[in-house]
């Protein structure tokens, strides 16, 4: 059984940093790729960064240049910088996985005060 186990998230004020970490544990074949969404409320699941095996990242336009995405392949872990962030970055963050099949984490809050 796959899990995805996120932590780093919290409450933090505007142009602040925070840092997420996602640990995968389990089971399954050699992930593709790995990375965050985060939801808002009231909005859909939007993507913020991926990240493959190999190195190659995806960025949500707008936050290019604000987030970065890294990832520890010895850990199976994957982490999200997120630095000057805005009060319109608060959303919970979820984890995600490609390993034959989607696999999410549970989601974490982040909470940015104006």
């Known amino acids: 059984q796959v899990q995805l186990v996120e932590s780093g998230g919290g409450l933090v004020q505007a142009g602040g940093s925070l840092r997420l970490s996602c640990a995968a544990s389990?089971?399954?074949?050699?992930?593709?790729?790995m990375g965050w969404y985060r939801q808002a409320p009231g909005k859909q699941r939007e993507l913020v960064a991926t990240?493959?095996?190999?190195?190659?990242?995806k960025y949500a336009d707008s936050l290019k240049g604000r987030f970065t995405v890294s990832r520890d392949n010895a850990k199976n872990t994957v982490y999200l910088q997120m630095s000057t962030l805005e009060p319109g970055d608060t959303a919970i963050y979820y984890c995600?996985?490609?390993?034959?099949?989607?696999?999410w984490g549970q989601g974490t809050q982040v909470t940015v005060s104006s």
């Open positions: 995600y996985m490609f390993a034959g099949r989607d696999y």
């Open positions: 990240i493959t095996w190999g190195g190659s990242t």
């Open positions: 389990g089971t399954f074949f050699t992930d593709d790729n």
